[in-house]
């Protein structure tokens, strides 16, 4: 029997990563019912991440938070023994912004701060704490250097009038102190990492408010601002920590999240498509697949730089498994592709070049897909051999 392991990342914009590997399964069995399919959706630290998790055999635990401007949220962290994953994406993220509507200066992280304290046992209906904190930093809607997720988890940021100043990286342009006395002991104890996968300083023109400032709707005066605030913050750090992280490849990302991550809490980056196949265990998967299918909405130049089809393609080469590719649209030929292990790729633009169309009837599209992938196993394999 032929065992074949989907694990796609979303076709953001049109279906979930798990939607998108049924959709695959559903088109290859309508070919030859005797295929074993397997769906193991992947994601690269982004949104989608915890829904990795959950998929692979994870417990999902709900709880509700502050969203990027301070709106309830209800999301979920993922829990597996001692080891929770969190997602910034699902707490305070960028598609979290009411009625789309940015605030650049003004919104925060302090949801992701409460969300990773429920999983340390110190929010209100915790259970046991988790002592590994995995945090996907991907979408973010704030620049606050990670501060509000800092407050959330006890830490204080004092304006010169002793008083709390208010969330969002606007405000940090008038803070005058980090007080870190009042973290939680569960964080003292904990391990955090991070899926993460740029390498952007926190502060100057490749920083975190400079490059990533106008994806969060900054004009050029409000990223003047967020770069003032984020060097006031990167010094408050530096006073209240003994040491300057503010240069450390990384810190920038999701709007300087890493930097009070990885200056307070201790954190190390590693590549995001990484560490979800190691907490979702594909390699274990591997070990009995003859063919991996994977793929995402549109694979292209960024696609070979950490992004989860290339990882998933990396992983499947080592372990001498074939691999194949599904996009939306795609616009590295199959020559460039070989490099990484792949050996046939297709694309639902090749099936529906209008763009809208295709992202509205993406299932059915990749149920053809799924068809076609079926009825030309056997070349495949053989040219394999």
């Not at 193991?40 to 998790?53: F, R």
Request: proline residues 4%; negative net charge; aromatic residues 4%.
């Amino acid at each position: 029997m032929t065992r074949i392991l989907l694990a796609p990342d979303k076709f953001k914009g049109s279906l979930s990563a798990a939607e998108v590997a049924r959709a695959l399964a559903d088109g290859l069995v309508s070919v030859d019912p005797s295929l074993e399919t397997v769906c193991l959706p992947v994601a690269d630290g982004g949104d989608g991440t915890v829904d990795a998790a959950v998929t692979a055999g994870w417990d999902r635990v709900a709880v509700t938070c502050s969203g990027p401007t301070g709106e309830p949220v209800d999301t979920s962290y993922a829990r597996r023994g001692d080891t929770a994953v969190v997602e910034l994406a699902s707490a305070v993220g960028l598609e979290l912004l009411p009625g789309g509507r940015s605030d650049a200066l003004g919104a925060s992280t302090f949801g992701l701060g409460t969300v990773i304290a429920h999983a340390l046992g110190s929010g209100v209906g915790s259970v046991s704490g988790a002592r590994r904190i995995v945090v996907g930093l991907g979408g973010s809607a704030s620049t606050d250097g990670g501060a509000g997720m800092l407050t959330a988890l006890g830490a204080r940021i004092l304006d010169a009038d002793g008083n709390d100043v208010a969330r969002g990286g606007g405000a940090l342009r008038g803070a005058v102190q980090l007080d870190v006395s009042g973290l939680l002991p569960s964080v003292r104890n904990a391990v955090f990492e991070l899926a993460c996968d740029v390498d952007n300083p926190l502060l100057g023109r490749t920083g975190a408010a400079a490059v990533y400032g106008p994806q969060k709707g900054a004009r050029p005066q409000e990223l003047m601002y967020l770069e003032h605030a984020m060097r006031q913050w990167a010094h408050l750090v530096r006073n209240a920590i003994g040491r300057d992280a503010s240069g450390i490849a990384g810190t920038g990302a999701a709007g300087g999240t890493a930097f009070g991550a990885i200056a307070v809490l201790g954190a190390v980056a590693k590549p995001g498509i990484d560490t979800v196949l190691e907490l979702i265990d594909f390699a274990g998967a591997l070990a009995g697949a003859d063919l991996v299918v994977t793929g995402e909405g549109s694979l292209d130049e960024q696609s070979l730089y950490g992004k989860a089809p290339i990882g998933v393609a990396h992983a499947a080469r080592e372990a001498g498994v074939p691999v194949i590719t599904v996009a939306g649209r795609s616009v590295i030929g199959l020559d460039r592709l070989r490099t990484h292990g792949i050996v046939a790729s297709y694309a639902l633009s090749e099936l529906e070049p209008d763009p809208r169309i295709s992202m509205r009837d993406a299932a059915t599209l990749l149920r053809h897909v799924g068809r076609n992938i079926a009825t030309t196993l056997s070349p495949v394999s053989e040219g394999l051999s």
